[in-house]
């Protein structure tokens, strides 16, 4: 079956300690995306990539670093200087970023816990 | 810049009962409007998807509408069921993103 896999589930750091989210997809896509999900509020961009080696910055980037180097990864770093980083963490991906008409698929996310 | 709005945050009612999910979006500029359905601890599913040229889409008994113009939408659904119950939030898309509501928490009660 096609889709995107996020590992882990559930993911306790210590405060200062960078950690990374895995994000797969075996869909084909070109675009990939990561959101940020806290209470009360919508789906929030930290970044987005829509071909291999190339990525943008999305509303809430800082603090956040990515990468892609093949196309079904994008893998995101959370660095000791994202203030916040407990929240819920999904990835998300559709065939090309110009295509207007395609829908978002998202993973089943990543909830990271900083104590 | 884009806001996206979903009024109630919250609504309950008895099984069996046909509801209606609102969203409002401030800049009618938008490629599609795409529902989604969130189960606690999981990701997002799409629901429906409507272009901007379309007025609505239906999934069973789901329907979903679309007024640029005034910038709403509404989704429908008929005959509600507890599995029904879950997160539904809605998202329109821009030139590089979607922005997102925070979505209604619904529940359906035996």
């Known amino acids: 079956d096609g889709g995107i896999t996020q590992s882990p589930k559930y993911l306790f750091r210590k405060e200062g300690q960078n950690v990374t989210l895995s994000c797969e997809q075996n869909?084909?896509?070109?675009?990939m995306y990561w959101y940020r999900q806290d209470p009360g509020q919508g789906l929030r961009l930290i970044y987005y990539s829509q071909i291999v080696n190339d990525f943008q910055k999305g509303d809430i980037a800082e603090g956040y670093s990515v990468s892609r180097e093949k196309k079904e990864s994008f893998p995101l770093t959370v660095t000791s200087a994202q203030k916040n980083p407990t929240a819920f963490y999904l990835c998300?991906?559709?065939?090309?970023?110009?295509?207007?008409?395609?829908?978002?698929?998202f993973g089943n996310g990543t909830r990271l816990t900083v104590t | 810049k884009q806001e996206v709005t979903q009024i109630p945050a919250a609504l309950s009612v008895p099984e069996g009962e046909n509801l209606v999910l609102n969203c409002s979006f401030t800049?009618?500029?938008?490629?599609?409007l795409q529902w989604f359905r969130q189960d606690p601890g999981k990701g997002l599913t799409s629901l429906l998807l409507?272009?901007?040229?379309?007025r609505e889409q239906t999934s069973g008994r789901l329907n979903a509408s679309l007024d640029k113009s005034s910038g709403r939408s509404t989704l429908y659904i008929a005959a509600s069921q507890p599995g029904d119950s879950a997160t539904y939030l809605c998202?329109?898309?821009?030139?590089?993103?979607?922005?997102f509501g925070a979505g209604t928490r619904l529940t359906v009660k035996p």
């Open positions: 409507i272009q901007s040229s379309q």
């Open positions: 800049d009618s500029a938008i490629y599609n």
């Open positions: 998202a329109v898309k821009e030139d590089n993103d979607m922005r």
């Open positions: 869909l084909n896509h070109d675009a």
């Open positions: 998300a991906s559709r065939p090309s970023a110009g295509r207007n008409n395609s829908p978002l698929h």
